[in-house]
């Protein structure tokens, strides 16, 4: 089994900057004519989750910043969805109850802000949690069913590899 590498420094937070700013680089209009752009951004990203991958702290060392970057990526898909029904509501309560004119944008940022991280943690506590949950014990009694059902009891969980006969010219 391979090893993980081994951080062999901490990164201060000039190598940081300056990784963010060679990421907004790449991001940036500047090379909208370069043919490999996007190509470049994928394989930035996938060597990213590589390294995200060995949960070893390789990219933000632990502290307050990685726990508030943790619960926002834990409910990422429920900030996605909540989001825009948050702020269209917000302007027609605007409209309803003030003036005639909508309420800019920046006067809705905070209560915005407060109505998307309330539902996004109740709609993460109190819905996927428990449909993860339940979905975790499904499987595992379809698990257990199958295993009773089609092999026999003294069949170990994983089965041999067939070897060199099973395999093609």
Not at 100 to 110: E, G, M, Y
Not at 128 to 148: I, M, N, V, Y
Request: aromatic share 10%; charged share 20%; proline share 9%.
């Amino acid at each position: 089994m391979p090893t993980r590498p081994e951080p062999r420094h901490r990164r201060t937070a000039r190598n940081r900057g300056i990784e963010c700013l060679l990421l907004a680089w790449l991001a940036s209009g500047e090379l909208q004519p370069w043919r490999f752009r996007i190509n470049a951004i994928a394989a930035v990203a996938a060597i990213l989750v590589w390294l995200a991958s060995y949960d070893n702290d390789y990219l933000l060392p632990e502290g307050y910043f990685k726990r508030v970057l943790v619960w926002v990526g834990a409910r990422s898909y429920a900030i996605c969805l909540i989001h825009i029904p948050v702020y269209f509501l917000l302007r027609e309560l605007g409209f309803r109850l003030g003036t005639l004119a909508p309420l800019p944008a920046w006067l809705l940022a905070a209560p915005a802000i407060g109505l998307i991280v309330l539902l996004a943690d109740l709609n993460c506590r109190h819905l996927e949690q428990p449909l993860r949950e339940r979905g975790r014990r499904w499987a595992g009694g379809f698990e257990r069913r199958w295993k009773d059902r089609w092999l026999p009891a003294d069949t170990p969980a994983l089965l041999p590899s067939p070897g060199p006969a099973c395999e093609g010219p």
